[in-house]
Each structure stands twice: as structure tokens, then as C-alpha cells.
Nanobody, 126 residues
């Protein structure tokens, strides 16, 4: 059974930065495309970023593009960083994974992901 656990949430001031990490308990970590989603209060869960199994490709949602990054190691951890935080970035951030080849299109839809963490809350104060 695959488990994903997110770390790094908390309270951040507007203009600050965050670094989230997600640890996966799966031997085939390098066969997974990994993604980050977020869900603000009263809103649907939305795509934030994704990265290919070998880390060679990444995609970002328009709302975070240019001020965020996603990376992964070769063991079991994927990271998400974002700077220039705004109050509207306040949300629960979720890590997700799904089996993909390195050359496959990066998944951006919730239904494309098979594994999910329980989320970590990020609150950006103005």
C-alpha cells in the first residue's frame, strides 16, 4: 500500500516563501509522476504542479508559474517551493502520485492520480 506524507505547512506572512516535502512509501517511486494540488476553503481541489518520474519535466498551474518550483530525489521525496506568497495561496496542499513513463504527458487532473497524501495546511497572513 502506497503512503504519501506531506511536511512543511504552517503560517507564513505574505511575501514569504514555503517549502513542502512529500515522502512516499513505495519502492517504485521512480516510476511515479508526482503532483501537488491545493484546496482552499470552500473551493475545489486544484492542480498546482507536477513532475515526471525522472524529474526531467515539470508543469505548473498559471497561478503559481514563475514563483514556484518542484523537484524530487531518487529515493522517495518530492518537494514543492513557492515564493511571493499571497493570502490567496492559503490552502491545504496535497501530494499525489500515479504510475507513468518518463515520456508520458504530465497528469494535471485529480482523477489521473492514484495515490494521495492527507495534506498539509498552509496559511498566508496579510
Amino acid at each position: 500500500q502506497v503512503q504519501l506524507v506531506e511536511y512543511g505547512g504552517g503560517l507564513v506572512q505574505a511575501g514569504g516563501s514555503l517549502r513542502l516535502s512529500c515522502e512516499a512509501s513505495i519502492r517504485t517511486f521512480l516510476r511515479l509522476s508526482m503532483g501537488w494540488f491545493r484546496q482552499a476553503p470552500g473551493q475545489d481541489r486544484e492542480f498546482v504542479a507536477s513532475i515526471s518520474p525522472n524529474g526531467g519535466r515539470a508543469e505548473f498551474a498559471d497561478g503559481v508559474k514563475g514563483r514556484s518550483g518542484i523537484s524530487r530525489d531518487y529515493e522517495r521525496t518530492v518537494y514543492f517551493e513557492m515564493n511571493g506568497l499571497k493570502p490567496e495561496d492559503t490552502a491545504v496542499y496535497y501530494c499525489a502520485g500515479t504510475s507513468r513513463d518518463e515520456s508520458s504527458p504530465l497528469p494535471r487532473l485529480r482523477d489521473e492520480y492514484d495515490y494521495w497524501g492527507k495534506g498539509t495546511r498552509v496559511t498566508v497572513s496579510s
